[in-house]
């Protein structure tokens, strides 16, 4: 046998037996899984505590005369849908001896308290909401006007958005009307009665459980 056909042996000896050694590397070489989970979107659900402050005004010109300061304590609950939110919540309001004009003269608001149902579209870490509630006022006697002895109730209808920063602290901007009727005054010898309405623009911090 010639040296050329010795050496064209020898290299086909040698790659068939090196074939399956090659085989095995590659069978046994397995591709990394590939990524496709998303991200968890953030969850709503749950408790909150937390206080707000802002102004309490007698007319949605904020430039007006008469307005308070507003300083108080919200708690409630919320329940995640998934794109949309669900939830309730209370909170108690000193509204700052804000004015509330009534016939012959104002009145002075003092307290608030408030339950409130809320719905809203969830933006991931933002939450953009309406709420509604049944409230109760405390009014204070001002120039000469005298009004009722104990609370008024009335209704409020408002709007807000809400924004996480992290799990657990969350801040809110919210605007609410609110309706107070049938409110009972005696000033110059006359009696009157008259609904009355204001409004409130405030800033929150919540804690979330």
Known sequence: MSYGLKS?????LVSFAAAPAM???LNSYEAPPAYNEAPASTSWTGAYVGGHIGAAMPSANPFRSGKGLALGAQAG???DLGS???????????LGDAQVKVPNGHLKERWRAAVKAKAGVKLDQTLVYG???LTATSLRDSGGVTGPDSTKGGYLLGAGAEHRFTPQISAKVEYNYVSTG???????GTASHTDLSDHVVKGGLNYRF
């Open 84 to 94: 949309a939110v669900v939830g309730g919540e209370v909170e108690a309001t000193h």
């Open 77 to 79: 609950y919320d329940y």
């Open 182 to 188: 049938d409110v009972r005054t005696f000033a110059n």
């Open 131 to 133: 709420t509604a509630g």
């Open 23 to 25: 085989s095995a590397d």
């Open 8 to 12: 064209l042996a020898t290299v086909l």
